[in-house]
Nanobody
Framework: VQLQASGGGLAQSGGSLRLSCAAS????????MAWARQAPGKRLERVAT????????TYADFVKGRFTISRDNAKNTVWLQMNDLKVEDTAKYYC????????????WGKGTQVTVSS
């Protein structure tokens, strides 16, 4: 299994970034997918989830209205469009397949760093 997140970088407060996650080695089209993030010294927190068919998405309150999760099952890819970035969005972002219980299925990839400056 590979979960390769990319697209992170440095952005100014109020700016935008689009993260991509290329997945392989498992049945992506049958898997609910999630983005999560971890800031230094803090716990991993769920950011957004998308059902396997792409029709249903959920978001953490702290990103609602700013972030959008999407996927293309033909490309085994899930994206996270991040708008109106805030300094507190600074973290390393990861993707993974997620169970209905909330548990993540696979070992984490390397993630992609997002740094937002004021």
């Amino acid at each position: 299994v590979q979960l390769q997140a990319s697209g992170g970088g440095l952005a100014q407060s109020g700016g935008s970034l689009r993260l991509s996650c290329a997945a392989s080695g498992f049945a992506f089209s049958n898997s609910d997918m999630a983005w999560a993030r971890q800031a230094p010294g803090k716990r991993l927190e769920r950011v957004a989830t998308i059902k396997s068919d792409g029709d249903t998405t959920t978001y953490a309150d702290f990103v609602k209205g700013r972030f959008t999760i999407s996927r293309d099952n033909a490309k085994n890819t899930v994206w996270l469009q991040m708008n109106d970035l805030k300094v507190e969005d600074t973290a390393k972002y990861y993707c993974n397949a997620v169970a209905t219980s909330g548990l993540y299925f696979y070992p984490w990839g390397k993630g992609t760093q997002v740094t937002v400056s004021s």
